[in-house]
C-alpha cells in the first residue's frame, strides 16, 4: 500500500469526463477487491495522511478559501474546515480498533442453546463518491473522508465549481499524500457534476440543495446506489416563555453570522410572541454590533460566495419590504455597501414576516433572519409541523416540561438546546437530515456503519436443526409440535 512518501511524486490528473471517471472508478474497485480484507494498520494509515494534508498545508487551504469567497476570515476556514475535519479523522483514528470488532447478536432460542451463534460483520463497500458543497468547501470532502476512510474504503471526490481556488488545491494536493488507486479528485463544472452522480459507486455522500439533491439520488437510482443526502431547510429557532432574550440574540446572532449565513444548519428563521418580538430584535442588534462593529474592512467578517447570490439575498430584502415587513439593517458604523467593491451583506432583521414572503418559502443562505410571530410555543410547534422537516432545530428556554413537549412534538434532523448549530461538532452524535432536509447520516461510530455494509454471519449449531425440530419432510409429529408451540400468543 503506498505511504505518503511514496506517492509525493505522483501525479492524479483531474478528470473531466465521463469515460475517465468511469476508469478512475473501476482502478480504484480492481484494487479494494485484490487487497481484502482492509486492515486496522492501513486505515490508521490514510487517516494519518488525510489529517497531514490537512495541517500541513492548512495556510494555503484558508488562503484558497478567502480567495474563493472574495474574503472569508482564515480563522473561519481553520475552525470549520481544518480542524472540524481532522477532529473528525482523529476521532474515528482513536475509536477504530473498536468499531471493527463487529458486534454479537443473540441467536434464536432454542438455537443458541445448541451451541448456534449470530454476530455483525462491518466491511468496507468499495468505492465511496464524495460531492462537496461551496459553503465549507474543505470541510465538506474531509469529514466524511472519516467514515470512508475509517470503513476501509476507497473515495473519489468532486469539489464544488464555485470554488475553483480550493478545487485546485485538491487536486494538487491529493496526489502528493494518496495513490489514484486510495483517493483521487475530480475537478469541473455542472457537466462533470452530472456525470459524476451517474457513476456506479458503492456508495454516494451529496452534501447540498435540496434540489440538486433529488436530482442525485435519481442518478444513483439507475445503478442502485446507495445514497447520504445531506440537504438543506429552514431550521427554526423556537424561543420560549423562559428563555433569556439576550442570551438568545447573542448565540442566535453568532450563529447567523458565522460565514455570513451560509451555513445549512445556520438559525433559519426565528418563531416568537409579538410581546417579545421588540426587545428581542434590540437584543439581536446589540449582539451583532457587538461582535461586528465595523463590516466592510472587518477581516472577521465573510463575504457572499458570489454575485448571483448576493443578487438573490437582495431580491429577498425587497420582497419582504414590499409585502409589508420591517427591514432592520444592522451597519453599526453606517457603512455605504452601495458605493463598496465587494458582497459583503450585513445582517437584515426582517420583522414581522409573513407566509407571503419569499425568505420564509425558501432556504435564505445568507445573512438575513426572518422574526415570525406565533402563538406562544404551542403556536410555534404548529408552524413548524406545518412545514418541510427541517436539518436543524434550535430551542432556547429553561422549562424542562416546555423543551420535551418541543422535543416530542417536532422532527427535525437534529436539535441543539440553548444554542445553535452545536450538534453538528459532536462527533458522537449521528448528523443528518429527516425528508426533503436529507436521508442517511454519518459523523463517528455512525459514518462508519453509514460507509461499511453490516454483514449477517451465523454459525449453526452441530446438531441437524431442521431434521430435530421437523422442519424438513416428511413433516411428522415433530413439525407439528413446532407449529403448536409458535403459534401460541
Known amino acids: 500500500m503506498a505511504s505518503a512518501a511514496q506517492t509525493t511524486a505522483s501525479a492524479t490528473p483531474a478528470h473531466h469526463d465521463a469515460a475517465s471517471m468511469r476508469a478512475l472508478l473501476e482502478t480504484q474497485r480492481a484494487d479494494f477487491t485484490r487487497t481484502l480484507p482492509v486492515s486496522l494498520e492501513v486505515r490508521r494509515d490514510r487517516i494519518d495522511r488525510a489529517i497531514a494534508m490537512l495541517i500541513d498545508h492548512a495556510t494555503e487551504w484558508c488562503e484558497a478559501c478567502s480567495a474563493d469567497f472574495g474574503h472569508r476570515p482564515h480563522e473561519l476556514t481553520m475552525i470549520s474546515d481544518v480542524l ?25 432460542f432454542p438455537l443458541s442453546l445448541l451451541g448456534a451463534s449470530a454476530r455483525v460483520e462491518y466491511q468496507p463497500k468499495g468505492v465511496v463518491g464524495i460531492i462537496a458543497p461551496w459553503n465549507f468547501p474543505i470541510g465538506m470532502v ?94 427554526p429557532v423556537l424561543v420560549g416563555q423562559s428563555a433569556d432574550l439576550s442570551e438568545v440574540a447573542g448565540k442566535v446572532a453568532q450563529g447567523k453570522l458565522m460565514n455570513a449565513g451560509q451555513i445549512c444548519l ?11 418580538e421588540q426587545k428581542l430584535v434590540d437584543e439581536l442588534v446589540a449582539s451583532a454590533s457587538a461582535m461586528y462593529p465595523t463590516i466592510l474592512d472587518n477581516n472577521d467578517y465573510t463575504s457572499v460566495v458570489n454575485d448571483r447570490h448576493h443578487a438573490r439575498l437582495t431580491a429577498h430584502v425587497e420582497d419582504a419590504r414590499a409585502k409589508g415587513a420591517d427591514i432592520i439593517v444592522v451597519n453599526p458604523a453606517n457603512e455605504d455597501f452601495s458605493a463598496a467593491n465587494g458582497r459583503k ?47 436543524g432545530l434550535y430551542y432556547f428556554g429553561k422549562d424542562g416540561a416546555e423543551e420535551k413537549m418541543v422535543l416530542d412534538r417536532t422532527i427535525s434532523g437534529g436539535v441543539t438546546v440553548n444554542d445553535v448549530i452545536f450538534h453538528v461538532a459532536q462527533e458522537d452524535l449521528p448528523f443528518g437530515g429527516v425528508g426533503p432536509s436529507g436521508m442517511g447520516n454519518y459523523h463517528g461510530f455512525d459514518g462508519f456503519k453509514t460507509f461499511s455494509h453490516a454483514k449477517s454471519v451465523y454459525r449453526q449449531a452441530k446438531v441437524d436443526v431442521a431434521k430435530l425440530a421437523g422442519l424438513k419432510p416428511p413433516f411428522g409429529a415433530a413439525t407439528a409440535k413446532t407449529i403448536a408451540r409458535d403459534l401460541k400468543k
Open 84 to 108: 472540524a475535519s481532522s477532529g473528525a479523522l482523529k476521532h474515528a483514528k482513536k475509536h477504530l480498533s473498536a468499531w471493527m470488532k463487529g458486534e454479537r447478536r443473540k441467536a434464536m
Open 266 to 276: 445556520a438559525p433559519d428563521y426565528v418563531l416568537i410572541d409579538q410581546a417579545r
Open 142 to 235: 474531509m469529514a466524511p473522508l472519516a467514515g470512508v476512510f475509517a470503513a476501509g474504503n476507497r473515495a473519489i471526490a468532486k469539489p464544488s465549481e464555485f470554488t475553483p481556488a480550493v478545487a485546485d488545491l485538491f487536486a494538487k494536493l491529493v496526489p502528493q499524500y494518496f495513490a489514484p488507486e486510495e483517493f483521487a479528485i475530480v475537478t469541473g463544472g455542472a457537466d462533470v457534476g452530472q456525470a459524476f452522480s451517474q457513476l456506479p459507486f458503492d456508495h454516494v455522500i451529496f452534501t447540498g440543495a435540496t434540489g440538486i439533491g433529488k436530482h442525485i439520488m435519481r442518478a444513483a437510482a439507475d445503478n442502485l446506489v446507495p445514497v447520504t443526502l445531506e440537504l438543506g431547510g429552514k431550521s
Open 345 to 391: 451583506m450585513p445582517l437584515h432583521i426582517i420583522s414581522g414576516a409573513t407566509d407571503e414572503m419569499t425568505v420564509m418559502q425558501e432556504e435564505i443562505f445568507g445573512p438575513l433572519l426572518p422574526i415570525r410571530r406565533v402563538d406562544g410555543v404551542d403556536g410555534a410547534i404548529d408552524f413548524v409541523n406545518g412545514r418541510d422537516r427541517p436539518l
